[in-house]
């Protein structure tokens, strides 16, 4: 169907490339038992809107960590795994197609790269903070931040106080059970980082302060002017702007490790 692309291509484009029309196609698709329909469906109303989804969540979050040298060729086989899954999609659920099918190549992508990332992990690139002198840690915003570093500790000490049986998870070690409720906690933010976040640009800031939890175990520099540089390495963003986003993720956080302590599982 390369030519349904190029077509496109040579065409003026609207930014909307995923609307209301493409969402009835989908559920149109689905609803229908004739091939040729279901063909002429997609050709005409849902290729080109996967082939942009793919494309734009590739270079907004720039998951470049490819065994191929074309991003084409991985856009096409992230839209086959779509195709495969499409059925999937029920507007009853509540779900809006562009969240859903953005969530489902954001999370498949998130395992590819990581495939591929695995030789890197050892050598997280983390420039000189001599580079990045005008880097202003008196600002406000900067330094409001440690209220997440001070709460967060507050928390993880009222854990001391309940035993396995209370957090669901008999014979795990302390630093296990923050382990497990830290990979929940990235997953869930990972998996509706299109919902709590409406703007790509907030949700690409979002990803890559989640991508240093990913990598926690791998990052030796814990000094949080260096984590800051680390997410300007992958974003162009000023620190007020990661501060913004920070806090809206520890909120999350918050709320999510206190009903866990309480509860001794994850609210999904």
């Not at 329909?37 to 494309?55: C, D, G, V």
């Not at 790509?200 to 814990?222: S, T, W």
């Not at 800051?228 to 992958?234: F, G």
Request: aromatic letters at 14%; hydrophobic letters at 35%; charged letters at 30%.
């Amino acid at each position: 169907m390369d030519y349904i692309i190029r077509e496109k291509k040579s065409q003026p484009q609207s930014r909307r490339y995923f609307t209301k029309e493409t969402e009835a196609a989908i559920v149109k698709y689905n609803n229908s038992s004739d091939s040729d329909e279901r063909s002429k469906i997609y050709e005409r109303h849902i290729h080109w809107p996967f082939y942009k989804l793919t494309e734009n969540i590739i270079h907004t979050f720039k998951f470049y960590h490819t065994e191929v040298e074309n991003l084409e060729d991985l856009q096409h086989e992230i839209m086959t795994f779509l195709l495969d899954k499409i059925h999937l999609f029920d507007p009853a659920k509540g779900a809006k197609a562009y969240s859903y099918f953005g969530t489902i190549v954001k999370r498949w992508l998130i395992v590819y790269n990581q495939k591929n990332y695995k030789k890197k992990l050892s050598n997280i690139p983390i420039l000189d903070l001599s580079n990045y002198s005008n880097l202003d840690t008196s600002d406000p915003d900067f330094i409001s931040s440690k209220r997440m570093d001070n709460e967060v500790s507050s928390i993880v000490e009222t854990e001391d106080h309940l035993d396995d049986d209370e957090l669901g998870m008999q014979g795990y070690k302390h630093q296990d059970k923050l382990s497990w409720f830290m990979d929940q906690y990235v997953d869930y933010c990972t998996e509706h980082i299109f919902d709590i976040f409406n703007k790509e640009y907030d949700a690409q800031i979002a990803d890559a302060i989640l991508e240093l939890f990913r990598k926690r175990d791998a990052i030796d520099v814990f000094n949080k002017k260096a984590l800051y540089i680390y997410i300007r390495e992958q974003v162009d963003v000023k620190t007020p702007k990661i501060t913004k986003i920070a806090n809206v993720l520890y909120d999350i956080f918050k709320d999510k490790y206190l009903y866990y302590l309480e509860h001794g599982k994850f609210l999904s």
